[in-house]
Nanobody, 125 residues
Framework: QVQLVESGGGLVQAGGSLRLSCAAS????????MGWFRQAPGKEREAVAA????????AYTDSVEGRFTISRDNAENTIYMQMDSLKPEDTAVYYC??????????????????WGQGTQVTVSS
């Protein structure tokens, strides 16, 4: 079992920044690909960013490319997502996810088998 706990969400004005964190419970965390997903009201959960086990490779959905940065600290069993230049359309519940069967970064939802409870991000216009 892997427990994931997100933090860092909140209310911010358009153009502002937030930094999300996700702490994982398992010591083997460093072997897994990790990702951030989001779900807005009435919409399906979508991938936002993913990171390879060694941080060498990352992937982003087009709408956040250049504005969001995913990173990880394997010594602290934690991943982060720095979100800059936030837009109202970024408003959603953000979820951290672990893909324990792969180390390769992926934006495919089906690759992830552990999920956090989510943290709300609200961007006002």
């Amino acid at each position: 079992q892997v427990q994931l706990v997100e933090s860092g969400g909140g209310l911010v004005q358009a153009g502002g920044s937030l930094r999300l964190s996700c702490a994982a419970s398992r010591r083997t965390f460093s072997r897994y690909a990790m990702g951030w997903f989001r779900q807005a009201p009435g919409k399906e959960r979508e991938a936002v960013a993913a990171i390879y086990w060694s941080s060498v490779f990352t992937a982003y959905t087009d709408s956040v490319e250049g504005r969001f940065t995913i990173s990880r600290d394997n010594a602290e069993n934690t991943i982060y997502m720095q979100m800059d230049s936030l837009k109202p359309e970024d408003t959603a519940v953000y979820y951290c996810a672990a893909a324990t069967l792969t180390s390769v970064q992926t934006l495919l939802r089906r690759a992830y088998n552990y999920w956090g409870q989510g943290t709300q991000v609200t961007v006002s216009s």
